[in-house]
């Protein structure tokens, strides 16, 4: 089985799935190739080497990108003449199904990682006109993949859950053993400063009695929008992976305050470092963590009271005993290799009806 990969934009959890998803595929005895279409400038993100054909394509605007993924995926289709094109967030999704390419017999998986009509995204005619546009594109998909039952359920309320199976996110194990490290004295928030994230609430709240916040991330959709340091908040930027696994496991708690989120996988990313993660209650957060048992979640809509709560109960709580349940959380339920047993299956398994 020759497997593609289609992506727009790849910075932040994107490249971490696929850095995890691709990983297990080109070990798996049934697949004889992985490659990727995404862009060029975010190329270095995919961190499997030569293993990995990647066909990259210029454009540093999202019109530049879509526009190149559109002359670039048949080229590169016709290169691979992959067996399934698996399909990666919505602007991918749109150019794959909405324009007339041929995928020459290929399978058409698609995953919106959060869908674009999430209420506490889009509301009003826009969130309708957005779901109409993906049901039309619904009948153009050989199978969705849903990462939370969060998302299962807004797919199958909007008519799209025949085809749509469940397949929650991993992130593989690290190399080295972090359990047992020794935390440190601060907060850390890791992510793009894009509204989705909800950095502009954290920033805006955090105060000098919050003690230290370190900010791992910048601006990838809203690339206009900058924040300047505070005192006690630290603008790291971008990391490499292995700083930024040594940064998460010295950190006392992730702070994940997003306005919505399909599944969370920087949330993972924790857990696997026995790190407690506080977090809003939107889109799939509250299932992956459990309020006083893995972390705390505070509302959104009440967020600087409630986040000052949220930290409160945090510093009161035996923090050692919460960080070994996120470490036993990872190990049992986020199985990179159960997770992409279940891809292999599905992609074997759709039946074809992309024309």
Not at 26 to 34: C, Y
Not at 116 to 137: C, N
Not at 170 to 196: H, N, S
Request: contains cysteine; charged residues 25%.
């Amino acid at each position: 089985m020759k497997i593609m990969h289609v992506c727009e934009t790849v910075t932040g959890g994107i490249a971490t799935y696929l850095n995890n998803v691709a990983g297990e595929q080109l070990r798996h005895p049934d697949v004889s190739g992985v490659s990727m279409v995404l862009p060029a400038a975010q190329r270095e993100e995919i961190a499997l080497g030569d293993a990995v054909r990647i066909h990259d394509f210029p454009g540093e605007s999202r019109p530049q990108r879509l526009r190149h993924l559109a002359t670039r995926l048949s080229a590169a289709v016709a290169a691979e003449t992959p067996d399934v094109v698996h399909v990666h967030s919505t602007f991918a999704g749109l150019v794959c199904r909405g324009l007339p390419l041929s995928l020459r017999g290929a399978k058409l998986v698609y995953q919106p990682h959060g869908v674009a009509f999430d209420p506490h995204r889009v509301g009003g005619l826009k969130r309708r006109a957005i779901q109409w546009v993906e049901r039309a594109l619904y009948a153009r998909s050989d199978a969705l993949v849903a990462i939370s039952e969060y998302e299962q359920t807004l797919l199958n309320a909007a008519g799209m859950g025949e085809r749509t199976l469940l397949i929650k996110n991993c992130v593989r194990d690290t190399r080295e053993p972090r359990v047992g490290v020794d935390k440190e004295d601060f907060y850390l928030f890791i992510g793009r400063f894009d509204r989705q994230k909800g950095f502009d609430r954290l920033y805006a709240s955090w105060g000098e009695a919050h003690g230290e916040l370190r900010v791992v991330g910048g601006s990838v959709v809203d690339a206009g929008t900058a924040f300047a340091p505070k005192a006690n908040m630290h603008l790291l930027g971008w990391l490499d992976n292995a700083s930024l696994d040594g940064l998460i496991a010295r950190a006392k708690a992730l702070i994940v305050p997003s306005r919505w989120e399909g599944f969370g996988l920087v949330v993972l990313e924790a857990y696997r470092n026995a790190t407690p993660v506080i977090c809003s209650n939107r889109g799939a957060l509250p299932e992956l963590v459990r309020d006083g048992e893995t972390g705390q979640v505070f509302d959104f809509d009440d967020f600087a009271p409630s986040l000052d709560a949220a930290l409160a109960r945090f510093e009161a709580s035996d923090r050692e005993a919460m960080g070994r349940r996120c470490r036993e959380r990872y190990e049992r339920e986020f199985s990179p290799a159960s997770m992409n047993a279940a891809l292999l299956k599905l992609y074997r398994s759709s039946e074809h009806c992309y024309v």
